[in-house]
């Protein structure tokens, strides 16, 4: 069995594990769902409200992230004071269309998992 760190070196520009490292932490998905679900851009404070446990350091990272792999699009508006709104790409669209059956199993199952953990801490 190869251990991580050599694999690491191996493979160092996997795109499996160049995307899904991205996209899989702890922000970035539910962003993209936040912006999907409300069907229209979104303001930077109306974004930060619907993800009250996110700061705004780590929102502003991770929209800048997402922007960067072009998974959200950034429009800034001449208003005064600028207004600045996101919204999700057709590659964040097609990326959530793929990442479907994946919700839809985890719903599915959450009640399970959820009990095989307080089963396994004994509670």
Not at 10 to 24: E, I, K, Q, S, W
Not at 67 to 78: L, N, P, S
């Amino acid at each position: 069995m190869i251990g991580n760190e050599l694999r690491d070196k191996m493979f160092p520009d996997c795109p499996v594990r160049n995307v899904l490292a991205r996209t899989g932490d702890k922000w970035s998905l539910l962003v993209m769902h936040e912006l999907a679900e409300s069907g229209a851009p979104m303001r930077f404070g109306i974004l930060h409200k619907s993800l009250p446990d996110i700061s705004q350091k780590v929102l502003t990272q991770t929209l800048r992230r997402l922007e960067e792999d072009g998974f959200v699009r950034r429009t800034v508006y001449a208003d005064v004071p600028p207004r600045v709104e996101y919204d999700l790409t057709p590659r964040a669209l097609s990326f959530l269309e793929a990442c479907r059956p994946m919700i839809e199993w985890v719903m599915a199952h959450f009640a399970e998992i959820m009990t095989s953990r307080q089963r396994y801490r004994g509670e």
